[in-house]
Nanobody, 125 residues
Framework: QLQLVESGGGLVQPGGSLRLSCTAS?????????IGWFRQAPGKEREGVSC????????DFADSVKGRFTISRDNAKNTVYLQMNSLKPEDTAVYYC?????????????????WGQGTQVTVSS
């Protein structure tokens, strides 16, 4: 059973940056999985933020984060990164990473079988 762990969340001022990491628990590997990042703000539905294919060659982003967020993966480090720049208060949410055993790069939650516990991102002055 693949277990995912997110890290890197925190409190940041508007315009600031954070880098989220998604790793697999000991004994597991992200190699062979497509990874998606999703977020959920209080009182709102979960939304897809970004995703990356198994090879890392294909990515997708929500319109709301295009040009500000990037996604990458380092299979040697067993980690997928979400670099978030020019953060806005509306980016405040719990961010989750999710994994799919299929080579997908779509922002649809039902395509992903494994989910982490989430990391809180708060953008506020």
């Amino acid at each position: 059973q693949l277990q995912l762990v997110e890290s890197g969340g925190g409190l940041v001022q508007p315009g600031g940056s954070l880098r989220l990491s998604c790793t697999a628990s000991a004994g597991s590997t992200l190699d062979g999985y497509s990874i998606g990042w999703f977020r959920q703000a209080p009182g709102k539905e979960r939304e897809g933020v970004s995703c990356i294919s198994r090879s890392g060659g294909s990515t997708d982003f929500a319109d709301s984060v295009k040009g500000r967020f990037t996604i990458s993966r380092d299979n040697a480090k067993n980690t997928v990164y979400l670099q978030m720049n020019s953060l806005k208060p509306e980016d405040t949410a719990v961010y989750y990473c999710a994994a799919s055993p299929f080579d997908v790069w779509v922002l649809m939650a039902h395509q992903y079988d494994y989910w982490g516990q989430g990391t809180q991102v708060t953008v506020s002055s």
